[in-house]
Structure formats: C-alpha cells, structure tokens
C-alpha cells in the first residue's frame, strides 16, 4: 500500500505541486568565445610585438 492511498485529496494535490518538474535552463554557449575567435591578434612591426 503506498502513502498516497492513505492522503485526502487536497494532500494529493499538494503532493503533486511538489512533485512536478520545474523547468530547466538552457545553457547559453558563446561559441565564438570558445573557439578562441574574440581573442587579440598580436604582430611583430619593427621586432617589437604589438596588439591590433
């Protein structure tokens, strides 16, 4: 026998409140950060190493 069968209904009700799944957030993914594409591109001019 399970502890439903023994609830009234508005405990049912409460339960099933509990019970229910909430909602799950999505992951936002900045791909372009992953891949490594905002990053500074850094050059030689005149032997020093500067940032464009």
Do not use: C, F, H
Request: no cysteine.
């Amino acid at each position: 026998m399970k502890i439903e069968d023994r609830l009234s209904n508005e405990q049912k009700q409460q339960l099933n409140n509990i019970k229910s799944p909430k909602k799950k957030k999505q992951e936002k993914v900045n791909w372009p950060e992953i891949m490594g594409m905002n990053r500074d591109i850094y050059t030689r001019k005149n032997g020093a190493v500067r940032r464009k």
